[in-house]
């Protein structure tokens, strides 16, 4: 058995949004965008989707910071108080 190929990027991808981020329409896991831009750019995703409850509150803030991703992917304006 061959060993998996490594990502091309060291560091993950953070994705932080709404029901969109989630996944909520798609049909299983692997269809939500973040798995689709996974595969296609060889990275690693951390989903922090959170259906209607993505207000960016200092909470999930300071987590959010403690972060040290490749790139962060800031989807909660419809959340957003």
Known sequence: MQQPKPYAYEKP?????????????ASHPGNEYQSYLSR?????????????SARAE?????YLASLDPSVFVLDYDHNAP
């Open 40 to 52: 296609w750019l060889g990275c690693e995703h951390i989903n922090l989707g959170f259906s209607g």
């Open 13 to 25: 991808v953070v994705y932080y949004g709404s029901s969109i981020t989630q996944g909520g329409c």
């Open 58 to 62: 200092e909470t999930m803030q300071n």
